[in-house]
C-alpha cells in the first residue's frame, strides 16, 4: 500500500475501532492525527503502534538483569522510604484528570495484574530478558479520568541526575494504553529491587530501555511537554538529545 496521508488516516480509524475508550475522546483522535505526530506515524507506519512487543517463555529470562543508569536514588528522602519498605511511598496522579489519586504499594498491589516476559533493549548496547508484574497504565488512569485535553503521560522519578535535575519521561496516551503498558512492582517474581526501580517503574514495551522510567513517584497527565525540564519530554531527550519517540 503506498503510505499516503490518507491511507495512514484510513488504517489509524481501523486500529482504533477496536478500542471504545480511545476511540471516543475526541481530543485523543485530534493528538494522533495533528501535524505533530503526523511525521512519527509516517515514520512508523500507523498500523504498528498497537501490536503487540514479542512474549518470551519462563525459560529464556535473562540470569541477572543488569541495573543502567541510577542503581540507587540515594536521597535522604529515598533513602528514609526504603528504609520504611517503602510503606510511607504513594503514587501520585496529578495534572489533567478528574480524579487525583494517591497509590500505596499494598493498594497497587490489590488491582488487577497483568505479567510479562519481554526484552527490554537498552542503546548502550545490551538486552536482557525479564518477567514483569503489575498493574496495567490504562487501570489507573481510567480511575482517574482523563480530562480531555490530556495528551500525553509524564512520570516524575525519585532520582536527582546531578544539579537538582530528576529524571522523567513522558509518553503519549497511545503508549499509556497499549496493553504491554504497566507500572511494575515485580521482576522474576521477587519485589522490584532498588537497582532496577524499586518500588515501582514503568515498562512500556515497545520502546527503548531509557523510557522505561524507575523509582516513580508521580504520573501527570498533560496538554503538552513544555515547560516541563526542557521540554523534550525526557532527562535524556532534554540533555543527551534522545529521540522522544523511542519505539521498537
Ligand atoms: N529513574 C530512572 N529511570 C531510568 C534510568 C535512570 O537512570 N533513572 N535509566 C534508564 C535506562 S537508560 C535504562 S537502560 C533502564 C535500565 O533499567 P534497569 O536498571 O532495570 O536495567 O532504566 C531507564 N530508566
Ligand atoms: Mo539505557
Redesign the pocket.
Given at each position: 500500500m503506498i503510505l499516503t496521508r490518507r491511507n495512514l488516516l484510513l488504517g489509524a480509524t481501523a486500529t482504533l475501532a477496536g478500542c471504545d475508550r480511545l476511540a471516543s475522546n475526541a481530543s485523543f483522535r485530534e493528538a494522533l492525527f495533528s501535524a505533530e505526530n503526523f511525521h512519527k506515524w509516517a515514520q512508523r507506519g500507523v498500523m504498528a503502534r498497537d501490536a503487540l512487543a514479542p512474549e518470551f517463555r519462563p525459560d529464556q529470562i535473562s540470569p541477572f538483569?543488569?541495573?543502567?543508569?541510577?542503581?540507587n536514588?540515594n536521597t535522604p528522602a529515598y533513602k528514609a522510604l526504603w528504609r520504611n519498605g517503602f510503606a510511607d511511598w504513594s503514587l501520585a496522579i496529578t495534572g489533567l484528570v478528574e480524579r487525583p489519586l494517591a497509590l500505596s504499594l499494598a493498594q497497587l498491589r490489590q488491582m488487577p495484574h497483568r505479567e510479562q516476559i519481554t526484552r527490554?533493549?537498552?542503546?548502550?548496547g545490551?538486552s536482557?530478558i525479564?518477567k514483569w508484574r503489575g498493574v496495567p497504565l490504562k487501570t489507573i488512569l481510567d480511575a482517574a479520568k482523563l480530562r480531555d485535553g490530556a495528551r500525553y503521560i509524564v512520570l516524575r522519578?525519585?532520582?536527582d541526575?546531578g544539579g537538582g535535575r530528576?529524571?522523567?519521561?513522558s509518553i503519549d496516551l497511545f503508549d499509556a494504553f497499549h496493553p504491554q503498558t504497566i507500572l511494575a512492582f515485580a521482576?522474576n517474581d521477587r519485589p522490584l529491587s532498588v537497582?532496577?526501580?524499586a518500588p515501582l517503574?514503568?515498562r512500556v514495551e515497545r520502546q527503548?530501555?531509557?523510557?522505561?522510567?524507575?523509582?516513580?513517584m508521580g504520573i501527570e497527565a498533560v496538554a503538552t511537554l513544555d515547560g516541563i525540564g526542557k521540554g523534550k519530554g525526557g532527562?535524556?531527550e532534554d540533555y543527551a538529545d534522545y529521540d522522544w519517540y523511542a519505539g521498537i
Amino acid at each position: 500500500m503506498i503510505l499516503t496521508r490518507r491511507n495512514l488516516l484510513l488504517g489509524a480509524t481501523a486500529t482504533l475501532a477496536g478500542c471504545d475508550r480511545l476511540a471516543s475522546n475526541a481530543s485523543f483522535r485530534e493528538a494522533l492525527f495533528s501535524a505533530e505526530n503526523f511525521h512519527k506515524w509516517a515514520q512508523r507506519g500507523v498500523m504498528a503502534r498497537d501490536a503487540l512487543a514479542p512474549e518470551f517463555r519462563p525459560d529464556q529470562i535473562s540470569p541477572f538483569f543488569r541495573a543502567n543508569g541510577t542503581a540507587n536514588p540515594n536521597t535522604p528522602a529515598y533513602k528514609a522510604l526504603w528504609r520504611n519498605g517503602f510503606a510511607d511511598w504513594s503514587l501520585a496522579i496529578t495534572g489533567l484528570v478528574e480524579r487525583p489519586l494517591a497509590l500505596s504499594l499494598a493498594q497497587l498491589r490489590q488491582m488487577p495484574h497483568r505479567e510479562q516476559i519481554t526484552r527490554h533493549d537498552c542503546v548502550e548496547g545490551w538486552s536482557a530478558i525479564g518477567k514483569w508484574r503489575g498493574v496495567p497504565l490504562k487501570t489507573i488512569l481510567d480511575a482517574a479520568k482523563l480530562r480531555d485535553g490530556a495528551r500525553y503521560i509524564v512520570l516524575r522519578c525519585a532520582d536527582d541526575m546531578g544539579g537538582g535535575r530528576p529524571y522523567y519521561e513522558s509518553i503519549d496516551l497511545f503508549d499509556a494504553f497499549h496493553p504491554q503498558t504497566i507500572l511494575a512492582f515485580a521482576l522474576n517474581d521477587r519485589p522490584l529491587s532498588v537497582a532496577n526501580g524499586a518500588p515501582l517503574r514503568l515498562r512500556v514495551e515497545r520502546q527503548l530501555g531509557y523510557k522505561q522510567a524507575k523509582y516513580l513517584m508521580g504520573i501527570e497527565a498533560v496538554a503538552t511537554l513544555d515547560g516541563i525540564g526542557k521540554g523534550k519530554g525526557g532527562y535524556w531527550e532534554d540533555y543527551a538529545d534522545y529521540d522522544w519517540y523511542a519505539g521498537i
